[in-house]
């Protein structure tokens, strides 16, 4: 009997590929890696997804179009490695009778991690300097801000936000949040407010939340007049829920003092991308989630859902 076969299209995951060999064995799957940067495009996708009884999907849109290719193929289950979800079409999936589940409240702690990291980046500049150093030979000394004392927006508060919270908080930063389904969370004491209200308290502005009708395109230009002058923006949500045309038009009126993008409306980000000219400026990879051992945990978690599914369909 034929063993189904897994196709891996998440970068991380495929970053470590070869220790997943026994635990897809152990499971009595085999599995093909994909040859992937960020994503899959849909036409690559309508190729070579027809041909899997699996599917561990990354950021890869998986389209309608690719469900019933999929589906008019082998594909019999598939699971979305990760917690965004924006990417894919569940609604075609349930139509298909194909089974598909995510794999939420993973990674609140490492995406959170980078958000911090950002933040006092942008505080310090010393991503800025560093640069300065290697690449200029100089020895810059710019005055940055501490983030002690300084009150600090967190769009979205779930698992990300939550523990993006926690993390300012020790940092000594006062945090609002905002998300139309807060709760409450123990030992994070944070204010609230209806998005965009007191905005112009924030000293730093950071997003966290999932990218959905309501969160797309949320810093807008209509959101500049209401920015406290020099806020730094921080980014490891999803690219669309910034603009970056409103973005530019913040930094170069200095409304906005700098920003950190762990993602972008268009990924990669473009050599001529104008954001590039900003040197105060952080950008990431969408690697937010990428440290070894959350792949590791991520990555079993899926394999085992899977081949959950696949079993239910043999």
Known sequence: MTRPNVLVTCPPMLGLIDEFAAAFEEKGLDFTPAKVTQILSVEELLEIVPKHDGWIIGDDPATRAVVEAGVKGKLK?????????????????????????????????????????????????????????????????????????????????????????????????????????????????????????RLGEADFLIFTCPLNDGTRGMFNRDILSKLKRGVRVVNVARGPVVVEAALLEGLESGVVHSAALDVFEVEPLAPDNPLRRFDRCIFGSHNGSNSADAVRRVSHIAIGKIARFLGSAA
Do not use: H, M
């Open 77 to 197: 289950a598939a699971v979305k490695w990760g917690v965004g979800v924006d990417n894919v079409d569940f609604a075609a999936f349930r139509d298909f009778g194909v089974p598909v589940e995510n794999t939420p409240g993973v990674f609140g702690g490492e995406v959170a991690d980078v958000a911090l990291t950002y933040t006092l980046g942008l505080a310090r500049e010393t991503y800025r300097i560093d640069r300065e150093i290697r690449l200029n030979n100089g020895w810059p000394k710019p005055s940055g801000i501490s983030v002690a004392g300084r009150t600090v927006a967190v769009v979205g508060f779930g698992d990300i936000g939550r523990q993006t919270a926690k993390r300012i908080i020790a940092c000594g930063g006062k945090v609002i949040a905002y998300d139309p389904f807060y709760k409450p969370f123990a030992g994070v004491d944070v204010e609230t407010a209806e998005w965009p209200a």
